[in-house]
Structures are given as C-alpha cells and as structure tokens.
C-alpha cells in the first residue's frame, strides 16, 4: 500500500557529511511518522529518528541526536536525514520507514512499511 525508496548513500570520509532521502508513493495517510533505521553488519537493527508528517514533531535517539538531524518535504512526500560529525562506525544500510498511527516510536516492530535501504559507507 505504502512504497519507500531510500537514495543518497554512498562512501564518505570520517568527519564528512551526507543527506540521504526516502520518497513515499502509495496510499495516503491522514497522519503518519516517518523514520530512519540503520542495521550494521552482524547488529541489531538501529532507531535513529522520526518525524510526524502533519505537526512535524521529532524523536531521536539520545546517542545521535545533534549529529543527525530528521527533515521533511510534505510536497514532494520525502523525509530526509541529514548526518554530520560521520564516524567509521555510522557505516550501516540505512533504511527509512512508515507508522501509520504516527505515534514517534523506537521499536522496528511498529512500523508497517520499509524501504529497501541505502547504503552509508565512512571511511577512515
């Protein structure tokens, strides 16, 4: 019901930034969240952040937040997440994702609908 296309990954040196994006396709939700994931090799998969479509109200984990900052364009249906301060250990698929309850939660179990992800690499 729900297409999400992440784009924007690629490789990057520590210290560098990078913007990566999540178009929303589908059906329309009166109000929803959208949010990042990201899942390392041989970890756990990873709440970085969310953001509520209407209000834009946002919730970051504690550990990322002021590196990585959660934005949204209601026109062209897409969430960014713009990281800064990148360290070896951001390396990760980042994948973005849809609640329709909208309720800004950190647990994977909650959301409905996933992308593909993007590939982040960061280099020493």
């Known amino acids: 019901q729900v297409q999400l296309v992440e784009s924007g990954g690629g490789l990057v040196q520590a210290g560098g930034s990078l913007r990566i994006s999540c178009a929303a396709s589908?059906?329309?939700?009166?109000?929803?969240?959208m949010a990042w994931f990201r899942q390392a090799p041989g970890k756990e998969r990873e709440f970085i952040s969310a953001i509520s479509w209407s209000g834009g109200s946002t919730y970051y984990a504690s550990s990322l937040k002021g590196r990585f900052t959660i934005s949204r364009d209601n026109a062209k249906n897409t969430v960014y997440l713009q990281m800064n301060s990148l360290k070896p250990e951001d390396t990760a698929v980042y994948y973005c994702?849809?609640?329709?309850?909208?309720?800004?939660?950190?647990?994977?179990?909650?959301?409905?609908?996933w992308g593909q992800g993007t590939q982040v690499t960061v280099s020493s």
């Open positions: 994702a849809v609640d329709p309850a909208g309720k800004l939660v950190p647990w994977a179990g909650v959301y409905r609908y």
């Open positions: 589908g059906r329309t939700f009166s109000a929803y969240a």
